[in-house]
């Protein structure tokens, strides 16, 4: 088993870990400052969302150098210094690359924009205007939507042409049918890994080939009356594009290039189209499953899922789980913190790989920015649906201590974005000596998970326990104990007789998310608490 399966990786978004300088933004000597307890929390690799020179209208996913760190950020001697800390404390770091759009300062674009004849014109999409009447600014090349809202071409009038973005207008997107871009991206990967980076988490990678055509994209005929117009249309000439395994393939074999590197790519899919880029075995180590995060808390939803999930991965195809990252909304605030430490136990206890976002192992919620305090280009681009689509309620400062700021900044500093309102009681400090803390029940969910095969590699076994609002399975690995985990996703008590499911007397309860939990280890009258999860060890099996 390599060290992305069997690990935990946790997510960190830089500008709001830890501030190291008194400006507000995170940065990496600010994530140094915290390796001790990042290796606390008994995880195993650290990807760090954007930290390249930008001008940030996009918060790092719009790239201007991809061989550098911003200033914001520290240096490349500073992320060589987090890449030899972290390593020395047995921690992985994975860098965010983003292949698909550059930024509009990227040297490539500046050129590209400059003349229709310059060298690099075609490393990005260009287009004339449509034919018709009109001003030529007006007569957009064909359909296409951006993810962000609004049209995806952009006209430039120095060069009479459209160029084209699937987000901000500051983010054209590369051609990778120029025989010299995917070339020049690879360069880019071997940089980082000849620095010792151990892998990438690849954004938005099944978006990053087009129709050859640029053919207009059909009605979706599912859309809601008010659907926005993004989701008028089917995205099939600019999403999931014929040619575009070939291509991460060419990615893959990069990273193939060295021992134990690993690429994780970015794909909203249903399941059946989300394996095929696992490939033969070539492609994503591991396509991002996104299903927790865009499912109903619902047990019988989810228990589905994991069977069909499971049945459609490809005999070698390992899989992964994610509860929340920077663009979805945290999952205490969408279950609720007793459902957030069940949903914990859900994600340290399936079978394949977790993800974790920071600060959900202590609950942090969402936090209200209000619209004057909005940063997220996503929400300023369409105002009408800031509160459905604002990504800023996720990406708030972590939560160190009681003290002005949080801990995150100098109580002299403005953060970048505003701290939640029940920060000096919801915190890491508060949480460190209290045994019935989250942050407490995700180590011991991690130190479990860790120390047990049958967790860290097992086979998945559902389990019906005859109660619509329980979701049950087990975990087995041979010559190892076993475990049964059942979740309760209801508000009502279970009484449950395990005799038949454990086939043994023996076991007891090795973890439950419910710090009063008062009832004993009897199989034959076995009690699960309203929204409570409980780990049952059974010895030896």
Excluded at 293 to 311: C, F, K
Excluded at 384 to 395: N, S, V
Aim: hydrophobic share 35%; net charge negative.
């Amino acid at each position: 088993m390599h060290w992305w399966q069997t690990g935990i990786i946790y997510q960190i978004y830089p500008r709001s870990f830890q501030d190291s300088n008194a400006d507000g933004v995170g940065d990496l000597n600010g994530i140094i400052r915290r390796l001790d307890y990042l290796k606390s929390l008994n995880i195993d690799a650290v990807w760090i969302s954007p930290i390249f020179p930008s001008p940030m209208h996009d918060f790092g996913y719009d790239v201007a150098d991809y061989c550098d760190i911003h200033p914001l950020f520290g240096t490349l001697a500073d992320f060589d210094r987090l890449l030899a800390e972290a390593h020395a404390r047995g921690l992985k770091i994975i860098l965010d690359l983003v292949p698909n759009h550059t930024s509009w300062d990227h040297p490539w674009f500046v050129e590209s924009r400059s003349s229709r004849d310059n060298p690099k014109r075609d490393y990005y999409l260009w287009r004339d205007p449509a034919p018709g009447d009109g001003p030529p600014e007006t007569r957009l090349p064909n359909n296409w939507q951006t993810h962000f809202g609004g049209d995806a071409w952009t006209y430039d009038a120095h060069t009479g042409q459209f160029y084209m973005h699937q987000f901000h207008r500051s983010q054209p997107e590369l051609n990778y049918r120029h025989p010299e871009v995917l070339p020049a991206m690879l360069d880019n990967m071997r940089f980082w890994l000849d620095r010792g980076v151990d892998g990438f988490r690849v954004d938005v990678i099944w978006l990053m080939l087009k129709d050859e055509q640029f053919r207009d994209e059909p009605p979706n005929p599912h859309a809601a009356p008010d659907a926005r117009p993004f989701d008028r249309i089917e995205h099939i000439y600019t999403a999931s594009v014929e040619g575009i395994h070939d291509i991460i393939r060419q990615m893959r074999g990069v990273l193939d290039e060295y021992d134990e590197r690993m690429m994780v790519g970015e794909i909203y899919l249903p399941v059946e189209q989300l394996v095929t880029y696992y490939g033969d075995g070539d492609e994503c180590h591991m396509p991002f499953n996104f299903q927790l995060i865009q499912l109903p808390w619902d047990a019988r939803v989810i228990g589905d899922y994991i069977r069909r999930y499971e049945g459609a991965l490809p005999p070698d195809g390992w899989p992964n789980w994610v509860l929340g990252n920077h663009d979805q909304h945290r999952i205490a605030t969408r279950v609720g913190q007793a459902q957030a430490r069940v949903a914990q136990m859900l994600l340290l206890t399936l079978r394949g790989t977790p993800t974790s976002y920071y600060g959900d192992e202590i609950g942090m919620e969402d936090v209200p920015i209000p619209f004057e305090q909005c940063m997220d280009p996503a929400a300023l681009q369409q105002p009408e649906l800031f509160e459905l689509w604002g990504r800023d309620p996720e990406r708030t400062p972590m939560q160190w201590d009681d003290s002005p700021n949080a801990g995150f900044t100098v109580p002299e500093a403005t953060p970048w974005l505003p701290l939640a309102a029940d920060y000096r009681t919801r915190n890491v400090a508060a949480q460190e000596n209290d045994p019935a803390s989250m942050l407490n029940l995700y180590r011991a969910l991690a130190a479990l998970r860790r120390a047990e095969p049958a967790l860290n590699r097992g086979d998945y076994e559902e389990v019906d326990l005859g109660q619509p609002d329980l979701l049950a399975y087990r975990r087995t690995w041979p010559g190892s104990d076993g475990f049964l985990v059942i979740l309760n996703f209801g508000s009502v008590e279970h009484r449950l007789d395990l005799r038949a499911v454990l086939n043994e007397s023996g076991g007891e309860v090795a973890l439950s998310t419910n710090p009063e939990r008062i009832h004993g280890d009897d199989i034959d009258a076995f009690h699960v608490a309203p929204k409570e999860g409980v780990v049952w060890r059974s010895n030896g099996r």
